[in-house]
């Protein structure tokens, strides 16, 4: 099984800040990482996918990139809708896991 | 927006037995891999189970491998998680979630509760 590690497990941030989350793989997943945002009390939804494509719709202050074993998660300008925790997930081979989840908080 | 909506999570005991379901009100979940997915604050979110679109092929977690079934009615256009021999490690609030769009877990529900406890 893949273990994916996220860094840090929590941050604080204001509103318009620059924030980086950092995923890590136990082994190579090429680009199989997926990102998800979770708001308070709501289901995750899917942000980026293959580490770096963009969902349509999602907007374009958040990037990813990486591969192998190491990728990152970028919120260029936090907004209000931005303090959620992320999750990080590679689909890269079975079991599908995820990442322990990074907390943004105000 | 598609909405994905389970139902079936309830209260049960140890050892007890289960069945989840998951629609898609106004839209469909034909021709699309569905996923079962569970988040506890223990363990956070975990990946339990996937169906392709025709149901032959199915896969699983070790930890609910021979004990969850999971299942599709393209007729009733409905996904199914069985869930048998439960245990307070399956306590969680149950997710499906569809790769529509050939996008990985695309979509998801609100989620359907499961408790197991004495």
């Known amino acids: 099984e893949i273990q994916m590690t996220q860094s840090p497990s929590s941050l604080y941030a204001s509103v318009g800040d620059r924030v980086t989350i950092i995923c890590r793989s136990s082994?190579?997943?090429?680009?199989?990482l997926n990102w998800f945002r979770q708001r308070p009390g709501k289901a995750p939804e899917l942000l980026i996918s293959a580490a770096t494509n963009l969902k349509r719709g999602v907007p374009s202050t958040f990037s990813g990139s990486g591969s192998g074993t190491y990728f990152t998660l970028t919120i260029s300008s936090l907004t209000p809708d931005d303090f959620a925790t992320y999750y990080c997930q590679q689909s890269s081979s079975l079991p599908l896991t995820f990442g322990g989840g990074t907390t943004v908080e105000i | 927006e598609v909405q994905l909506v389970e139902s079936g999570g309830a209260l049960v005991q140890p050892g007890g037995s289960l069945r989840l379901s998951c629609s898609a009100p106004g839209f469909t979940l034909r021709g699309f891999w569905v996923n079962w997915v569970r988040q506890s604050s223990r363990k956070g979110l975990v990946w339990v189970s996937r169906i392709n679109p025709d149901g032959a092929i199915t896969n699983y977690a070790d930890s609910v491998k021979g004990r969850f079934t999971i299942s599709r009615d393209n007729a009733k256009d409905t996904l199914y998680l069985q869930m048998r021999s439960l245990t307070v490690e399956d306590t969680g609030l149950y997710y499906c979630?569809?790769?529509?769009?050939?996008?990985?877990?695309?979509?998801w529900g609100r989620g359907t509760r499961v408790t197991v406890s004495s």
């Open positions: 979630a569809a790769d529509y769009a050939d996008l990985p877990f695309e979509t």
């Open positions: 082994q190579s997943i090429s680009h199989y």
